[in-house]
């Protein structure tokens, strides 16, 4: 399935690789909490693709929202950027004004929402909010024109809302968000998401309300867009079943750090002990009847301004006394970038 998703394409007429350039890079983005003063983000690295699907994984509370809200410029007041950049098409999105933001989003970078039921305008059907979305574009028209365009729009609506499994998509363009399942709602806030082809679309959690029908549907438009129109996808999820089936490469995330990188042939065969425990603590056939592997110590501790080690040393089977003192340094094994003093 990931075939046509890598990020290095082998050109068949002389089978020399051609390397994809990158539609979005973050260059140690460092986030902190106003309040708290702690460190949520701690110099996040990594780079999305052209036409690539990447997938960004971790537990509750690593900072995988706040990393795409970062991107989309809609981190809430009590969270603060402090320093790096997020380079898409030559800018750095953190010095954009409000207005040029607002431009980027939408046709640009696209982002599907973690709640969607907060995200969603409960006072608007959801026919109007993804024909809004459509209509976001500023052009002087007509009244015939623009007539015609409303109803192109609508059909473009109808199509969507059909290609995410809804049987009656005018029933579902009349119905407010209160009327609609959580499931209902998550394939609403897609098609807004996916509606005017963005370049760039960030996906959170998307799949965790839905059911499997539902989740293969989301999951086969934004592959066929991916295909078809070189769409680069930032699919976020503390599912690695969901990430090793759909993503071209993988990042694993603890405590606001990237922890390990690679493609994701080899998701279930990390290197870093972190990422060891979340393979090991997946449930399958094998382990029928057996106590699940589990690590000791507080899950995803906020880093504190004086810490700069490992932020998985307290935890860590391996840890020795160099990990609580500097974050190791990138090490490539088999293809994989960990950052880990004992892999």
Request: glycine fraction near 8%; hydrophobic fraction near 35%; charge should be positive.
């Amino acid at each position: 399935m990931t075939d046509f998703q890598k990020p290095v394409l082998q050109d068949s007429s002389n089978h020399e690789p051609i390397t994809r350039q990158p539609v979005l890079s973050a260059r140690n983005l460092c986030a902190r909490a106003n309040k708290e003063n702690k460190k949520i983000l701690n110099n996040i690295n990594f780079d999305i693709n052209e036409g690539e699907i990447l997938g960004l994984a971790g537990e509750s509370g690593c900072g995988k929202s706040v990393t795409a809200l970062s991107i989309t410029g809609l981190l809430p007041q009590a969270i603060k950027i402090t320093s790096g950049e997020i380079i898409y098409n030559g800018s750095d999105l953190l010095l954009l004004d409000e207005e040029k933001k607002r431009s980027v989003r939408g046709s640009g970078i696209s982002q599907i929402f973690q709640d969607v039921r907060q995200a969603l305008n409960p006072l608007m059907t959801a026919g109007d909010q993804i024909l809004e979305t459509l209509e976001l574009e500023k052009t002087a028209l007509g009244g015939s024109r623009k007539k015609e365009r409303r109803k192109n729009n609508k059909e473009e609506v109808i199509k969507t809302l059909s290609l995410l499994g809804f049987d009656n998509p005018l029933k579902i363009l009349g119905a407010y968000p209160h009327q609609l399942s959580g499931g209902m709602c998550q394939r609403i806030m897609t098609a807004i998401a996916v509606i005017r082809r963005p370049k760039l679309l960030l996906g959170d959690e998307m799949s965790s309300s839905l059911d499997e029908e539902s989740r293969g549907r989301c999951m086969s438009l934004l592959l066929d867009m991916n295909q078809k129109n070189n769409m680069s996808v930032l699919l976020i999820s503390h599912d690695l079943r969901v990430i090793k089936e759909n993503c071209a490469r993988f990042l694993i995330m603890y405590a606001g750090r990237i922890i390990e990188e690679g493609p994701s042939i080899s998701l279930f065969s990390p290197y870093h002990p972190y990422a060891k425990a979340l393979v090991n603590a997946i449930p399958n056939k094998e382990k029928r009847c057996e106590k699940l592997t589990c690590v000791s110590g507080e899950t995803n501790p906020v880093m504190e301004n004086n810490t700069d080690g490992c932020p998985f040393a307290p935890r860590c089977p391996k840890v020795k006394k160099i990990c609580g003192a500097s974050f190791p340094p990138e090490i490539l094994i088999g293809g994989n970038k960990v950052y880990c003093y004992y892999p």
